[in-house]
C-alpha cells in the first residue's frame, strides 16, 4: 500500500516545532501528550524513520524530521487553501487560525493560544508558520484570522506588536575565516526580512560574505549552522537554540519590528486580545516591547 501522510499528525509535526516540544504543543492544540507522541510514531513509521530526537529535556527534529516539516508546511497551507475555496473554511465550526513569522514562534504561538482560549472559550485554535508576505496575502483572502510578522507591511493597516532582538549565532568552537576571506553564511531563502538585515548589516561594516545554505525554513538554517557550516542571524530570545552559541565579534543588528493585523471581518476582540498577550510576553522576557 502506498504510504499516506496523516493531515492531522502533519498539524501535530509542525505544533511541535512551533510551540517548541511536545508538552507545549498538547497544551496548545488540545490533545493529551501521549495523542500527540502517538502521531509523530505514525509519521515515523510511514517516513521511514525517526522525526524527532531527545537532546536532554529538549527535542531536536532529525535532518529527516527537518525535511518533512518543511513539506507538511507546504501540504497543510494548501490543505487549507482548498477548504476556503469550497467553502468547507473549518473555522465555520469555530477554530481561530492564528499565523506567524518562525522566528520566536515557540515564544509567542503559546502566550497567544492560552489568551485565545479564556477570550474565545468555545473556539479551538490553530497555527500557521509562514513568510511574512504569504500571512499577508493568507489575510487578505480571509484564509487565516491574525497574524503576527516581520518586515515591512506596506499599506496594510497593522498594529506594532514589539520589538525582536537579533543576534549572530554559530556552533560552539566555530572559527571566524582569515581576514580578506568572505564570512559564510546560513540564511533563509528569499524573500526574508533576517536574511536582508544580515547581509546588508555585514555589508556596511565592509565584511565580505558568502552564503553558504539556503534554507526554506528555519529548522534548516538551525541545523546548518549547529553542523558548522556558518553564522546565522537569528532571533535571540531566552536561551540560545540547542547546539548554538551567540557569537561575539560581528557587527551588532538592532532589532526587527513585529506587526499584528487581523483579518477583515474577523472577531472584534481578536486583534486586542492577541495584542496584550504578545506585549505581555514581550515585557517580561528577553524581547523589548516597543
Known sequence: MATVLDIVALR????????????????????????????VRRLERGAGGPLVERDGRATRFTARGELLLGEARKILAAHDEALLRLGLDEREAGTIVVGATEHAADRILPAVTGALRTGFPQHAVRFRLDRSTRLNDALDRGSIDVAVFLGDPGERECRPAGVLPLSWFSAPGWRMPPDGEPIPVVVIDNPCTIRRRALATLAEHGLAARVVVEAAYLAGVVHAIRGGLGVGLLADVGAPPEGLERRPGLPPVSPERLHLRTRSGAPADLARTTAVAVRELLAGSAISPV
Request: charged fraction near 10%.
Open 12 to 39: 501535530t509535526l509542525t505544533s511541535i516545532a512551533d510551540c517548541g516540544g511536545f508538552h507545549r504543543a498538547a497544551e496548545a492544540i488540545g490533545m493529551s501528550q501521549s495523542t500527540v507522541s502517538q502521531h
